[in-house]
C-alpha cells in the first residue's frame, strides 16, 4: 500500500476534525472582542454544522463530475479561507458566515477523501489504509479543546484559525504532487430537487440538534426545524423512488456490509459524539479541573486510537469484521460504562488508563465500518456510498452531542437546576446502553462478510479496486 495517499487524505481530514472542536475553548474570548454572550456565539458551531449537512450529500456527484483530485484541493482551499475570513472576522454576522464558509470545504474533504482512498485502494488493503484514515477522526476531537485552551490562554483566539493556514497549503501541495489523477464515468445530470430536498432534511435535523444542545435559540426554534427535516426526509424518499438517478440513492443499503455498518456505525457514533461532550465537562465541573487540564486527561484517548493502525490489518484478517466489530462495540461499552463510576477522588492515572484504552477499541471499531462500509461496493457506487454515509455520520454526531446534553439537562432539572456528578454518570450509562445497541446490525451479518478486505476466512483471489 503507498501510504503517502492515506496520510495526505489524513491531514486534511485531521484539520477539519480539530477545527469542529477546537473552538469550543475559545468562545469566551472570541465572544469578548465580537461583544457578544458566549451563548449566542454558539451559532457559529451551529452554522458550522449545518454547512456539513448540506454540502456533504452534493460530494459525491462533484467528485465524479469534475475530478475527485480538483475538487479535494479546492475544499481544502475553502476551508483555509474561510478559517483567514475568521480570524478577521469583527462582528457575529461575519463570523458565522464564515465558518459557515469553512464548514463548506469541510464538508467536501471528508467524503471526497474517502471516496479518493477507495478509488486509490485494493480492497486487500483496504483495513490498513482505513486504519491511517481513522486516526483524524479519533484525535481531531480529543486534541481541539486543549489545544484551543492553550493558544487562546498563551497566544491569542485568531491563531486557532490561522494555524490551519500552513497546514492547508502543504495539504494542497502534497495533493498535487501525490494524489493520482482520478478518472470515472461521467455522472447523470444534476438532481437539484433532490439536493434540496436532502439538503434541507439533512441541516434541518443537524441544526434542530444543534440548537437543542447548544441553546443560542429558543428550543422551540430545534424542534420546529427537526420536524422540517423529517418532513423533508419523507419527500425525499417519495422522490428517490420515482428518480433514475437520486443524489443518494436509498439502494445502496441492499448491500448488507455497507447497511450494517452505516447503522451500527451510526448508532456507535452518537455515543463517541456524546463522550467528548461529557468528559471535559465532568472532568471541570464536578472534579475541578482547568480547561487544559481536562483536556489533556481526555487527550489519552488519542494515544490509544494511533496504536489502532500497528494492528488492524492482522486482528481483522484473524478474525473477521463481524467478530471484531462486534467484541469492540461491546468493549467501547464497557469503558463508557466504566466513566460513570469517576469520582472526584479516582486516581488521574486510572482516568487515563481507562480513556487511553477507550480511545483503543473505538478506533478499532472506526477502522472495521470504515473498511466494510466499502470493502464489497462496486466502483460506480463508490461516491453514493461516500456521500451517504459521511451524512449519516454528521446527523449521529450531533445526535450524540444533543442527547448528551438533554440527558444532563433533565437530570439537572430534577434537582432544583443544578447540575451534579451524578447527573453525568446517568449520562455515561445511557450512551453506554445505546452503544450495546450498535451491536444488533452486525449480528446477522455472514461470518466471512468482506473478506476481500479483511483476508479473513478464505484467501482474496482478485484484487479489487
Keep these: 500500500m503507498d501510504r503517502i495517499v492515506p496520510l495526505i487524505l489524513a491531514v486534511a481530514l485531521f484539520m477539519e476534525q480539530m477545527d469542529s472542536t477546537v473552538i ?224 443518494l440513492d436509498p439502494k445502496i443499503f441492499a448491500n448488507a456490509g455497507f447497511r450494517a455498518a452505516t447503522l451500527g456505525g451510526s448508532i456507535f457514533r452518537v455515543s463517541t459524539g456524546a463522550v467528548p461532550f461529557l468528559t471535559p465537562l465532568m472532568l471541570q465541573i464536578s472534579f475541578g479541573m482547568t480547561p487544559f487540564q481536562s483536556g489533556m486527561v481526555t487527550f489519552t484517548g488519542a494515544m490509544g486510537a494511533i496504536t489502532t493502525k500497528f494492528l488492524a490489518s492482522r486482528v481483522f484478517r484473524a478474525a473477521g469484521f463481524r467478530t471484531t466489530l462486534i467484541v469492540a462495540a461491546v468493549l467501547s461499552a464497557l469503558t463508557t460504562a466504566a466513566c460513570g463510576f469517576f469520582e472526584a477522588t479516582t486516581p488521574v492515572l486510572v482516568m487515563a488508563g481507562f480513556l487511553l484504552f477507550a480511545g483503543f477499541t473505538r478506533s478499532f471499531f472506526f477502522t472495521g465500518v470504515n473498511a466494510l462500509g466499502y470493502a464489497d461496493v462496486p466502483d460506480d457506487q463508490a461516491s453514493q456510498a461516500t456521500s451517504m454515509s459521511s451524512v449519516f455520520q454528521q446527523v449521529s454526531l450531533a445526535l450524540g452531542v444533543a442527547m448528551a446534553a438533554m440527558i444532563l439537562e433533565g437530570g439537572a432539572a430534577l434537582r432544583g437546576g443544578t447540575l451534579q456528578l451524578a447527573d453525568f454518570h446517568m449520562a455515561f450509562f445511557a450512551v453506554s446502553a445505546l452503544t450495546l445497541i450498535a451491536v444488533l446490525p452486525f449480528l446477522r451479518l455472514e461470518k466471512h462478510v468482506g473478506a476481500a478486505a479483511s483476508g479473513h476466512g478464505r484467501p482474496v483471489t482478485r484484487a479489487q479496486k
Design 24 to 247: 469550543s475553548t475559545a468562545l469566551p474570548a472570541i465572544a469578548a472582542d465580537l461583544h457578544v454572550g458566549p451563548i449566542t456565539l454558539k451559532l457559529a458551531l451551529t452554522a458550522y454544522m449545518v454547512a456539513l449537512a448540506i454540502f456533504i450529500p452534493v460530494s459525491g456527484w462533484m467528485a465524479d463530475r469534475f475530478g475527485a483530485k480538483k475538487i479535494f484541493r479546492i475544499a481544502i482551499l475553502v476551508f483555509v479561507t474561510g478559517s483567514i475570513l475568521c480570524a478577521m472576522a469583527e462582528s457575529l454576522t461575519q463570523f458565522v458566515l464564515f465558518r459557515f464558509l469553512q464548514g463548506a470545504g469541510g464538508a467536501m474533504m471528508s467524503p471526497i477523501g474517502r471516496l479518493v482512498l477507495l478509488r486509490t485502494t485494493k480492497r486487500s488493503e483496504l483495513v490498513a489504509a482505513m486504519a491511517y484514515l481513522t486516526i483524524p477522526a479519533l484525535i481531531g476531537p480529543m486534541a481541539g479543546p486543549p489545544l484551543g485552551g492553550f493558544i487562546t490562554t498563551y497566544f491569542s483566539w485568531h491563531w486557532i484559525f490561522l494555524i490551519n493556514v500552513p497546514i492547508g497549503m502543504l495539504g494542497i501541495w502534497l495533493a498535487s504532487v501525490h494524489l493520482p489523477d482520478i478518472q470515472s464515468p461521467p455522472p447523470p445530470r444534476m438532481d437539484l430537487y433532490g439536493f434540496v430536498l436532502v439538503a434541507l432534511a439533512a441541516s434541518g435535523v443537524v441544526f434542530g440538534l444543534s440548537v437543542i444542545s447548544l441553546p443560542a435559540l429558543p428550543p422551540s426554534a430545534g424542534y420546529g426545524a427537526i420536524a422540517a427535516g423529517f418532513i423533508a426526509l419523507a419527500l425525499y424518499l417519495l422522490h428517490a423512488r420515482r428518480h433514475a438517478t437520486p443524489i
